[in-house]
């Protein structure tokens, strides 16, 4: 039986590549696609949208290594103190995104958004260093804890190689990508599945700290805030290991157009994941201190491994498997999500037009999922990807100050925008504030990892003009565009 190809879809009743110099055309018509054209279906519930939410945050950092606050902060106080503020700061982000995501109708997330207020060369700019090395690094990294982990049974007296890490992680890696090119149902519900394994996996540590706590295991809470004294940079440098491990609230807004009722699901996705993501995070490490001192958390490898050797014996080989299928559900929204990104930036024209098509008979965005897949695999077996994630970390924080910045501004500039969803003022003030500081005071506390990030996301700039601004690129050029 013979493929039939994929071809463009339509938003809103019009095709809109092309549209590289302007805005969205429409926030919302309320038209109906044209009768014989392709659109993606709108499949994304108000539990898949908790669970694309919850199912992206919940990856590797809450089990592996919170160690990264505890050791900026000096002391279990103010690590617990920073885990609730980062908490509480996401969701003041969530929130200016639902915002955001109820009165700007379109999937695309931090692009749309930046596209809408400031224009089409900032956005540009946004998505060239999200398709270039943000997005591979980021799939390639957690990834890479994912092929550790489910090694990690078979591997318990000895070393796991690293190739064997690489060849499991690139089969996740190739899995995640096939299921996201094969149905927007199948990869929601496989979401839902592993965002309760997370849920589970966080109540494995939770419950047992909550038993030693009755049994008046609380000495490692004896002068909490006693300890290293915290250094002013360090404090910053704890901010970016939480709000690291809450990232991930934004993705619903990537996948806008395909969620059902987003004026109301899409807040209450939001609200409701940060809740109990926050929760979450918090009993876990005071889990992890009933059990395990500061001193002794700064030294594993592996906190929730560690916290389950000393507490559940045999049962500690589950956690490993649980961390596994937690990778892999950050693993698979990631790709759900940002793939959604560059399917909006190709139909406005700031990508080749392949990537704007979907598949006809599985409504999935083929091309856009497929062209993570080569760029992530160099991402593993080449480089430091750490290091990488560290030169680009500030960019993300950069431009998500950028997009809540550009809601106050919409605020003024289009002040009879239609908003279902509006929250105080102050919320999106203080955000963007303390984004666009935390960058700032990154830039000074280490001025060549960022200083580096920075230089590649200037390289946007020339990008615009030659692919974008340049009309009279010659022929064999403009087909390689797609053009």
Same mark, same amino acid.
């Given at each position: 039986m013979s493929r039939k190809a994929a071809v463009p879809t339509v938003s809103n009743g019009s095709y809109l590549q092309g549209q590289a110099n302007g805005r969205l055309s429409s926030m919302d018509s309320g038209q109906p696609a044209q009768e014989g054209k392709v659109v993606l279906k709108k499949k994304v519930t108000l539990l /898949?949208?908790?669970?694309?939410?919850?199912?992206?945050?919940?990856?590797? =950092?809450?089990?592996?290594?919170? #160690?990264?606050?505890?050791?900026?902060?000096?002391?279990?106080?103010?690590?617990?103190?920073?885990w609730t503020a980062c908490g509480i700061l996401s969701l003041f982000g969530a929130l200016c995104y639902a915002e955001l995501g109820t009165c700007i109708k379109k999937s695309g997330g931090h692009y749309t958004y930046i596209l809408e207020a400031f224009g089409p060369l900032p956005a540009f700019v946004r998505v060239w260093?999200?398709? %270039?090395?943000? /997005?591979?690094?980021?799939?390639?990294?957690?990834?890479?804890?994912?092929?550790?982990?489910?090694? $990690?049974?078979?591997?318990?007296?000895? $070393?796991?190689? $690293?190739?064997?890490?690489?060849?499991i992680t690139a089969v996740g890696i190739t899995l995640v990508m096939v299921l996201n090119s094969t149905s927007v149902s199948w990869s929601a519900r496989i979401q839902m599945f592993l965002t309760f394994c997370k849920l589970v996996a966080i109540l494995i540590i939770i419950v047992p700290g909550v038993i030693q706590l009755i049994k008046g295991e609380t000495q490692h809470f004896k002068n909490a805030f006693a300890g290293n004294d915290a250094s002013v940079m360090g404090l910053p440098l704890a901010f970016y290991s939480g709000m690291y491990a809450y990232s991930g609230w934004f993705y619903l807004n990537f996948v806008t157009e395909e969620v059902e009722n987003p004026e109301k699901n899409i807040p209450l996705a939001i609200c409701i994941s940060m809740i109990i993501v926050t929760v979450g995070y918090v009993l876990t490490n005071v889990a992890y201190f009933t059990t395990i001192s500061a001193g002794d958390l700064l030294l594993s490898k592996a906190v929730a491994v560690t916290f389950a050797e000393r507490l559940m014996?045999?049962?500690?080989?589950?956690?490993?498997?649980?961390?596994? %299928?937690?990778?892999?559900?950050?693993?698979?929204?990631?790709?759900?999500?940002?793939? /959604?990104?560059?399917?909006?930036?190709?139909? $406005?024209?700031?990508l080749p037009e392949i990537l704007s098509m979907i598949h006809v008979r599985k409504h999935t965005p083929l091309p856009a999922v497929i062209v993570l897949?080569?760029?992530?695999?160099?991402?593993?077996?080449?480089?430091?990807?750490?290091? !990488? %994630?560290?030169?680009?970390?500030?960019? /993300?924080?950069?431009?998500?100050?950028?997009?809540?910045? =550009?809601?106050?501004?919409?605020? @003024?500039?289009?002040?009879?925008?239609?908003?279902?969803? #509006?929250?105080?003022?102050?919320?999106?003030? %203080?955000?963007s504030f303390t984004c666009l500081f935390m960058v700032?005071?990154?830039? @000074?506390?280490?001025?060549?990892?960022?200083?580096?990030?920075?230089?590649?996301?200037?390289?946007?700039?020339?990008?615009? @003009? !030659?692919?974008i601004v340049w009309d009279k690129k010659p022929k064999w050029f403009r087909k390689l565009l797609g053009k």
């Open positions: /898949r949208g908790i669970s694309i939410i919850i199912g992206t945050i919940i990856g590797a =950092g809450i089990f592996i290594s919170p #160690k990264g606050i505890l050791k900026n902060t000096g002391s279990v106080g103010m690590s617990l103190t920073i260093v999200e398709l %270039l090395i943000i /997005r591979p690094a980021a799939t390639a990294v957690i990834s890479l804890a994912f092929g550790r982990y489910i090694l $990690e049974p078979f591997f318990m007296q000895c $070393e796991i190689p $690293e190739l064997a890490i690489k060849l014996g045999n049962f500690s080989l589950a956690v490993p498997v649980f961390v596994a %299928l937690s990778c892999f559900g950050s693993m698979n929204g990631g790709v759900f999500a940002v793939s /959604r990104m560059f399917f909006v930036a190709s139909r $406005e024209g700031h897949h080569p760029l992530t695999m160099i991402m593993l077996f080449n480089g430091d990807l750490y290091s !990488l %994630l560290n030169f680009l970390s500030f960019a /993300r924080w950069l431009f998500i100050g950028l997009v809540v910045a =550009g809601l106050i501004y919409l605020r @003024y500039k289009r002040p009879d925008m239609p908003r279902p969803f #509006k929250v105080p003022l102050f919320i999106p003030a %203080l955000f700032a005071l990154s830039l @000074y506390s280490d001025p060549v990892n960022t200083g580096i990030g920075f230089a590649i996301t200037l390289t946007g700039i020339p990008a615009y @003009y !030659l692919f």
